[in-house]
């Protein structure tokens, strides 16, 4: 077998990858599958870290557009963030994984609250590290808690799953034709705005501090370990 190419990577998964078959909340059977790809993924030896969206439960944007304070609507989409998170944890250690959810804001008897250094050291010693609550601030979307601790980290890349197999240069679900990129400069990324694969923040942080995004299909069979053994099955974004 192909020697991993990372040694520490943060997977970043929106909320829509807990849905599996429904149409909302979490699907305990899909959940369960996401959860042993990732203890695949850990049996390469790469230390893994996660960060969790809400949209299967709530999205603050969507929310602020139908009248709710921005900020309100942000710190509950944060809470259900924690809750994706719980899921998930549940089902690693269910197949034997020892995990920590830490979150960004502090719930006690539920998470413990993020320290960057305690973070490390979970992860030195063999746990899934589960990142909870976003940044801890509204206005800031999961795409970007999960390029900032990706980096408080130290983390050798962002692997941004999703439901198609890359980037492509415009929407292949609206373009039958569109082409899909092996690899994409960050400032392509940002500029061409058929591109929404990922938050343009989230983005800038990652170029300013050369944090190399892969983005892939999480959903194809055994992706989540392919992907660290052979990157191009993905589009990089460096």
């Not at 429904?22 to 893994?48: C, M, N, S, W």
């Not at 690899?183 to 942080?205: F, P």
Request: with cysteine; hydrophobic share 45%; charged share 20%.
């Amino acid at each position: 077998m192909d020697a991993p190419k990372f040694k520490r990577v943060l997977l970043k998964l929106s909320g829509e990858a807990f849905l599996g078959s429904r149409q909302y909340g979490i699907d305990p059977a899909f959940t369960r599958k996401l959860a042993g790809e990732i203890i695949d993924l850990q049996h390469l030896h790469v230390e893994v870290a996660l960060t969790v969206g809400a949209g299967n439960i709530f999205r603050g944007l969507s929310a602020a557009e139908h009248g709710l304070d921005r900020a309100t609507g942000d710190y509950m989409g944060m809470l259900a963030t924690v809750m994706n998170a719980m899921a998930l944890q549940d089902a690693l250690e269910k197949q034997g994984a020892v995990t920590r959810v830490l979150t960004a804001l502090e719930i006690k008897g539920v998470a413990e609250p993020y320290i960057r250094r305690r973070a490390i050291r979970h992860i030195e010693q063999g746990k899934i590290v589960i990142f909870g609550g976003g940044t801890g601030n509204p206005f800031f979307t999961t795409d970007m808690a999960g390029a900032l601790r990706a980096l408080e980290i130290g983390c050798d890349v962002l692997l941004k799953g999703t439901s198609v197999d890359g980037v492509y240069n415009k929407d292949p679900k609206k373009f039958p034709g569109a082409t899909r990129m092996k690899q994409i400069s960050y400032v392509d990324a940002l500029r061409n705005e058929n591109i929404a694969v990922m938050d343009n923040s989230a983005i800038s942080l990652a170029m300013d501090n050369k944090l190399p995004i892969i983005v892939f299909n999480m959903y194809g069979p055994g992706n989540i370990k392919k992907v660290v053994l052979d990157p191009t099955i993905g589009t990089l974004i460096s």
